[in-house]
Every structure is written in structure tokens, then in C-alpha cells.
């Protein structure tokens, strides 16, 4: 079902079943030559269904529609390749565009989480129940791709792309001056919140993510549409509170550390999460993924900051506080 949140945009609720997501937000802009699809929700039937009920609830043709990718998460972009067409423009930022090329060496990230703590067995199963490496798009468009200030004009919507690293290296917001909205995909969520996570030491996301934070913060908006759960008006109280959230659990993982000397995997199951589970032990395989992902971020923002130490080990990298 497609929800009118204003003359000529629409919200379709995509689901994202098992998930801690809940769902997805894809927005469409329809106007009277094109339509604009931003974001499309997972590559399985189920995501398909609620698509295309949303569409036909709109009477959107599909020969007509362009889509714009906020970032490279398969949540966004998965379905995109059974909903394109020949005659369809597939917008996405040049830097996230990168993991769709084919050439692309993952066995570097594989080496990267055994080297912070995870087990090969262990690794294999997380690789194999990834969503994300699941319910990817199978069939990959030609992209159009958007750097920072690009603009996408699309009936009475004319929407800028800014640029905000941190949940992906190449994640955009939209944003639309004139009407003061900004479609703020996972950079900035409302209920609950973005996961940052890092899988090189040559990218430090969440400091990244803390600069782009500060980049949005006081834009003048009205409306901020983000890419999953609630529409939200508070963008500056919002950024203060995902600031504090992370200097937070910073703290958190200083304190997991002490004075002992430990990988970014044992840090991380010693760090609280938001997770129906009594104990490390018994978390999914792929939420651990998540996990140590996160703590890496975390580890690589304290390193930036002087506040830890990373010693390289031949097996296994560990920390210490400095």
C-alpha cells in the first residue's frame, strides 16, 4: 500500500522479514513524464509482492521510472534489478558503486575479521547467512553515478546529494531546499540506530560518520525521511543524540578494555547489544558480523584519537588502552 506524505511523493512499506530492521522505507516521486524510485528493499518475493502492490497503487510505469540507490546496502538496492528497465536511469554514489564490480576482491575482508579475532568455521557461516550477500541484486544495472552536489530533478522535487561517509565509504542524502526535506536513507534514523561498522583500517567510519553528522546538522529541514521505520522533524536533537550515543559507547569499549589486551572479536562479546539473546555464544552468526564490525569502528575512532594502541599480531590483531 503507498501512503501520500505530500502532493507527488509516496511512502511503500517494503518488509524485511527476520530482520531487526522491520522494514523498509521506498520513496516515489511521481510526476507527469517520470516517476523516482528511491531505495527497493531486499531481492526476495516478499519485498517483490509489497513493491509491486505499492506501484500499481500508484499506477507508476515502470518504463518510466528512474530509481536513486542511497548507498550499497542490498536493503536498498537488492530488488532494484527485478524493477529496472531499458529505458530506466539507476542513480547511486560513484564511491558505493565500487562493490558491484565484479572484480571486486573480498577475500581481503575475509583476511581482515580473521585477523580480529573471528574463527574461519565460524567466518564461513556468517559469509554464507550475510543478508546482504543473500538477497543482493543478481543482475546489476548500468549506473548513473552521483557525487557530492549532484542534482536529481524529478517533477516539483529538486533534490541535492550530499555526501555522507560513514554507515558506507559513498552513502547520500537527498535533500530538497526549497521544501526543506531531506531523505536521509541510514545516515539518520529516528527509532533506532545506523550501524557503523569497519572492515579496513584504511577507513576510519565512525569518525567519518561523526563529521557527516555534524555536515546535516543544521541544514534547514522540516522533514527528515529516513530509510526505515518513523518520519521525524528534530534533525538537530536527533544528531546531538546519535553523537552522544556513540561517544557513549566508546566509553564502553575503554572500559571493556581495562588494562587487558584483547581482539576487536572478545571485545565485542563483552559489549552490550540490543539483541534477544543471554549470551555471545548463542547470537546468530551473522549479527556477530555486526557486532565485531562495530567494535572495529569503535576500536579505529579511539586509535585516531590517541586513546588505544592496535598491535599487529601474525595470527591475530589485538588492543590496549594507551
Not at 574463527?119 to 552521483?146: C, D, N, V
Amino acid at each position: 500500500m503507498a501512503e501520500e506524505i505530500m502532493p507527488g511523493l509516496f511512502r511503500i512499506i517494503i518488509p524485511l522479514p527476520n530482520s531487526p530492521l522491520k522494514d523498509l522505507n521506498s520513496y516515489v516521486i511521481k510526476s507527469d513524464d517520470r516517476n523516482l524510485i528511491i531505495d527497493t528493499g531486499f531481492n526476495r518475493s516478499i519485498c517483490f509482492d509489497a513493491m509491486e502492490k505499492g506501484l500499481h497503487d500508484l499506477n507508476i510505469d515502470l518504463s518510466k521510472t528512474d530509481f536513486m540507490l542511497t548507498h550499497m546496502h542490498s536493503d536498498h538496492t537488492g530488488l532494484v534489478s527485478r524493477l529496472f528497465t531499458e529505458t530506466s536511469i539507476v542513480y547511486i554514489g560513484r564511491i558505493d558503486s565500487r562493490v558491484f564490480n565484479e572484480n571486486i576482491n573480498w577475500n581481503d575482508m575475509l583476511d581482515y575479521a580473521l585477523h580480529n579475532g573471528f574463527q574461519l568455521e565460524e567466518l564461513i557461516k556468517a559469509a554464507e547467512s550475510h543478508p546482504g550477500f543473500k538477497y543482493r541484486p543478481r543482475k546489476i544495472p548500468e549506473f548513473t553515478l552521483l557525487d557530492d552536489g549532484s542534482v536529481i530533478q524529478m517533477g516539483n522535487y529538486r533534490l541535492k546529494c550530499l555526501l555522507t561517509p560513514g554507515h558506507t565509504e559513498g552513502h547520500i542524502c537527498l535533500y530538497e531546499e526549497e521544501k526543506q526535506i531531506l531523505f536521509s536513507g541510514d545516515h539518520i534514523l529516528y527509532d533506532i540506530t545506523p550501524h557503523i561498522e569497519s572492515w579496513s583500517y584504511e577507513v576510519n567510519s565512525l569518525k567519518n560518520y561523526m563529521s557527516s553528522l555534524d555536515m546535516v546538522r543544521n541544514l534547514p529541514v522540516k522533514l527528515v525521511l529516513p530509510g526505515h521505520r518513523n518520519f521525524f522533524t528534530d534533525l538537530k536533537g536527533r544528531v546531538d543524540e546519535l553523537k552522544e550515543h556513540h561517544e557513549m559507547r566508546a566509553l564502553e569499549v575503554l572500559d571493556v578494555l581495562g588494562k587487558k589486551t584483547m581482539s576487536a572479536y572478545d571485545i565485542a562479546a563483552q559489549m552490550t547489544w540490543d539483541i534477544d539473546c543471554e549470551n555471545w555464544e548463542q547470537f546468530p552468526t551473522a549479527q556477530k558480523w555486526f557486532a565485531v564490525g562495530e567494535a572495529i569502528a569503535h576500536l579505529l575512532y579511539l586509535q585516531s584519537d590517541g586513546q588505544i594502541i592496535r598491535h599487529q599480531g601474525e595470527q591475530t590483531d589485538t588492543y590496549s588502552a594507551v
